[in-house]
């Protein structure tokens, strides 16, 4: 600190000498300017270096680590799991790597195609078995609880996209068609929810569906049902859960590119005879299809993933993808087997991340 | 558009009924919760009379209270931080054509927007145990550990806000201050700031909401001592039917409602009077 008080000052700053006091002027000013050259080239790295550096660090590496711990043991520690890298006596890098993680996925895989030896009976049995309560829950069943959870995950997820198409299309449309004036209410009125707490709209739809809630009284009151269903606690409700969740974030995208589409191309082609479907089915849907795609990808990845919603009404039997994780890590403690888990998971998801980024960097981009 | 040659099933008034209808059940849910909050019965099978007592009973609870304090402390430092760093992440990506990393902080950027919360929870728990094996830090996690985490997540969404609003910003004004004589960062200051200053709120806002409402990654990342408002949510809407819950509900809807309203109508206002200015700067010019 003394030292710095002693530093010559210039405009109350403290100003550290830069050259040697003996230099000639000429030099000096060389200096000053390759100096301000480095700057001014070098400036860029004060707003790039930050964030790029953070999420390297905070994003990127954590990956790698997982990567490294899932190639490691489960044992009874802090932290539960073997050293991957140690030295030996004399100082020499020993890298010790254990498959075994990888290998229980793989012979899971293994079971699991044995098991399917009839497709048939498997979609028989997914109808049937919505609105059942699964009794055991599947970690506790002989078998193929990894494979057996990421199909579940994938079955939410693809008929829960399916479903938000569905539903999201039209609203998206309507949206898009509307004056100008009411586009901003309609997309507020969807966004709102948002902006409230996920697990209380989950809560809340719980309410609605209980046996004493008001969608059973409904179908009680007309006359459909004699006695309440049982909704939660099934696979039934974690897919209505899921497409309530997730359904604007397919409607948000498919309006942005519905909203550029020109209007003058359906007009021409309603002037050159074509039938409304068809121009619909030949002009709308193609130039949509980015949007189609970026909510495709927006709802199909987080459903893969979701733990909140089927942890919350599915019941034990609904085991998914985010549940064997969470358990993995939370109640089992088992970390290099549910960072093997992640990595396969990841894996997979690879494709669909890459097809978004795709669509949406060319959109920014365009 | 060619309204009169539109087919029955493609004409307005259809999709309109739908939309609505739509929207009615994504409200008829949150609303009966509301009409619920109020509601004596504890069941809320049906309305068996006007209380305010689950609201009571939710303002003595001292746990929802510190939770709440605690979410709310989080969420202000995190969505700061990740504004900023989003910020600077946009202007990177829209300004700097070329730069050695370019493809990597795209990818970087955009990979959280899609990534689910159980595989970044348990990655930066994994990090965390690390640095505290290599660093002795962290501890224990905690508010610290949330906060990386919530900044780490939230500046994706951030980043993609301010990008939008960038792009569509004119840089031939940014460039005429220059040529007039002003250095890039007073050119910055003066007039891009000024124009994105809308969607550094939007994208403030959306970071605060997004942190308080997570809870599967602070769950992972998080340590004793440390407990957000979704930990106690879940908590206790887990175990079934709690009336406090649809106070709360009611009170977090009725804030926001109020906010959302507030701020769009400041942004109606904002937007007419820069309008009205560039005209009148058209028309003097």
């Known amino acids: 600190m003394n030292q710095l008080d002693s530093a010559p000052k210039l405009n109350g700053v403290n100003v550290a000498p830069t050259s040697p006091p003996l230099a000639s002027p000429s030099l000096v000013a ?6 301000r050259k480095f700057a001014s080239n070098h400036a860029k790295w004060l707003i790039i270096a930050p964030p790029l550096l953070y999420l390297i660090a905070f994003f990127l590496i954590p990956f790698f680590l997982a990567l490294k711990i899932s190639l490691s043991l489960s044992i009874l520690a802090a932290p539960p799991f073997t050293e991957t890298l140690a030295r030996g006596e004399n100082g020499e890098y020993i890298f010790t790597f254990h498959m075994v993680n990888y290998n229980e996925l793989i012979h899971d895989w293994n079971l699991f195609w044995q098991d399917v030896s009839d497709l048939g009976s498997t979609v028989v049995n997914w109808v049937t ?10 970690s506790d069943r002989e078998g193929s609880r ?3 959870s990421f199909i579940t995950s994938l079955r939410f997820a693809a008929v829960g996209t399916f479903f938000c198409l569905l539903i999201g299309y039209p609203c998206a449309y309507a949206i898009a068609r509307a004056p100008k ?18 697990l209380l709209r989950i809560y809340a739809l719980q309410g609605v569906l209980r046996p004493s809630g008001v969608l059973n009284k409904l179908l009680l009151w007309i006359g459909v049902i004699d006695e309440p269903l049982r909704i939660l606690q099934t696979a039934a409700a974690v897919q209505i859960g899921v497409v309530y969740s997730y359904a604007p974030f397919m409607i948000l995208p498919l309006f942005a590119t519905l909203q550029k589409l020109d209007p003058a191309l359906l007009e021409a082609a309603y002037d050159l005879g074509a039938k409304p479907f068809r121009a619909f089915w030949n002009i709308t849907v193609p130039l949509s299809l980015p949007g189609v795609i970026a909510g495709a990808m927006l709802t199909f990845i987080p459903m893969m993933g979701e733990y909140i919603i089927p942890d919350m009404m599915g019941g034990p039997g609904v085991e998914t993808i985010g549940r064997v994780l969470w358990n993995m890590f939370f109640d089992d403690h088992n970390w290099p087997m549910a960072a093997a888990f992640s990595i396969a998971f990841l894996l997979f998801l690879v494709v669909p991340i890459a097809i978004y980024q795709y669509y949406s960097i060319r959109e920014r981009e365009a | 558009m060619a309204k009169g040659k539109a087919s029955p099933f493609l004409r307005v008034n259809y999709l309109m009924i739908f939309l609505f209808i739509s929207l009615a059940l994504l409200y008829i849910p949150i609303i009966l919760m509301v009409v619920n909050s109020f509601n004596q019965s504890t ?4 309305f068996t009379g006007f209380t305010l007592g689950w609201y009571g009973n939710l303002f003595e609870d001292r746990t929802v209270l510190e939770a709440a304090l605690l979410s709310l402390q989080l ?3 995190s969505t700061t931080l990740a504004m900023l760093m989003g910020g600077l992440v946009a202007i990177a990506l829209v300004r700097i054509p070329k730069f050695l990393g370019r493809l990597l902080l795209t990818t970087m950027i955009t990979a959280p927007l899609v990534m689910p919360d159980v595989i970044t929870g348990l990655t930066q728990t994994l990090l965390f145990n690390s640095t505290k094996v290599l660093f002795g830090w962290p501890d224990h996690g905690g508010f610290g550990t949330i906060l990386i985490a919530h900044v780490t997540f939230i500046m994706a969404y951030s980043a993609v806000t301010i990008q939008s609003r960038l792009l569509t910003a004119d840089s031939s004004l940014e460039e005429a201050a220059m040529d007039l004589g002003s250095g890039p960062v007073r050119a910055f200051v003066e007039i891009t700031l000024p124009i994105i200053s809308p969607a550094l709120l939007s994208a403030w806002l959306l970071g605060l909401t997004l942190s308080l409402d997570d809870l599967v990654i602070a769950s992972f990342v998080t340590g004793p001592g440390a407990t957000t408002l979704p930990m106690i949510i879940y908590s206790k809407i887990r175990v079934g039917i709690s009336p406090e819950m649809n106070a709360l509900a009611s009170i977090i809807l009725g804030v926001v409602a109020a906010g959302v309203v507030i701020s769009s109508l ?7 009077t820069r309008i009205s200015e560039e005209a009148k700067a058209l028309k003097t010019g």
């Open chain 1, 146 to 148: 990894y494979i057996d």
């Open chain 2, 43 to 46: 069941l809320s099978t049906s």
């Open chain 1, 30 to 35: 060389k200096t000053l300017k390759t100096l």
């Open chain 1, 181 to 198: 004036s009411q586009q901003n209410l309609f997309l507020m009125l969807i966004i709102l929810p948002f902006w409230t707490s996920f």
């Open chain 1, 129 to 138: 078995g919505l609105f059942r309560e699964v009794e055991t829950p599947v």
């Open chain 2, 266 to 272: 400041i942004m109606a206002r904002s937007e007419k």
């Open chain 2, 75 to 77: 969420g202000t430092v």
